[in-house]
């Protein structure tokens, strides 16, 4: 083995270990602040190509969601054997102005109740609209049953002579009163129009559907008088095998 001239290790070794660090191109070490950077980007990297599967999840969630019904928003409903029925009564004059932009029924004392009728089960659902009622106690020993207006009698209503103020003083009176008969001419045309377009369409409800609309009725003004009142639907009727179900009774006075 041949060694240096003062001895200090093998020169083969020390030509080795110079070889290799001339071999060797030297590479800065990075900094902590280039060491965060490639960190970040990497990250960066990695959640863009996560993003097309988390947008493809959320197309999936909001095509199942509207596969399903909206939920619903109401002033009061009740639910049963897969029928939803909501009502809420337009004790706002303004709510009527986008329906009746002429002649309001709310001026000549008539309450609109928009209500929904939502089935959720398998099964067709008849309801006879013309037996709904709005039951109101005008006193402690005084209750009546107010039936739903046709667009017809909702014309005859608003139309007839002697029509007062929702506005003013009143004194309770049993309800409901005779409606007059007697045309209108162009007016209550228009105003029957109005009134079928905006009423519920039908009583048919098919499976996982809602029908929806306004109910009209004749208080007379006395709008207080909802403090008490309840919508009554009492025939409904699953059309396949005609099973009648259970009648409903929906409390508007909250």
Request: with cysteine; proline share 7%; charged share 25%.
């Amino acid at each position: 083995m041949k060694y240096t001239k003062r001895g200090s290790g093998p020169l083969s070794l020390r030509l080795g270990t110079h070889a290799r660090r001339r071999a060797t191109p030297h590479v800065p070490r990075e900094s902590k602040g280039d060491e965060m950077r490639n960190l970040y980007y990497n990250h960066m990297r990695i959640a863009a190509l996560r993003i097309p599967c988390v947008a493809t999840s959320l197309s999936l969630l909001a095509a199942f969601a509207g596969a399903q019904q909206a939920p619903l928003r109401t002033a009061s409903l009740e639910s049963h054997e897969g029928l939803t029925i909501t009502a809420t009564p337009w004790t706002d004059a303004a709510k009527y102005k986008d329906k009746f932009p002429k002649k309001s029924p709310y001026a000549a004392g008539i309450l609109a109740v928009e209500v929904s009728f939502r089935n959720d089960s398998d099964e067709s659902v008849r309801v006879t609209l013309s037996r709904i009622r709005l039951t109101v106690h005008v006193d402690a020993e005084n209750t009546q049953e107010l039936p739903s207006l046709s667009p017809e009698e909702l014309v005859q209503a608003v139309l007839k002579p002697g029509g007062k103020d929702p506005t003013a003083k009143r004194n309770k009176i049993p309800l409901p009163v005779p409606i007059p008969k007697g045309g209108g001419g162009k007016n209550a045309d228009e105003l029957q129009r109005q009134a079928q377009e905006a009423s519920v369409p039908t009583g048919v409800v098919a499976p996982h559907s809602t029908v929806k609309g306004l109910l009209y009725f004749d208080m007379q003004s006395q709008f207080d008088l909802l403090e008490t009142a309840h919508l009554y639907v009492p025939e409904l009727v699953q059309m396949r095998g005609n099973r009648a179900l259970t009648y409903f009774d929906i409390d508007l006075g909250h």
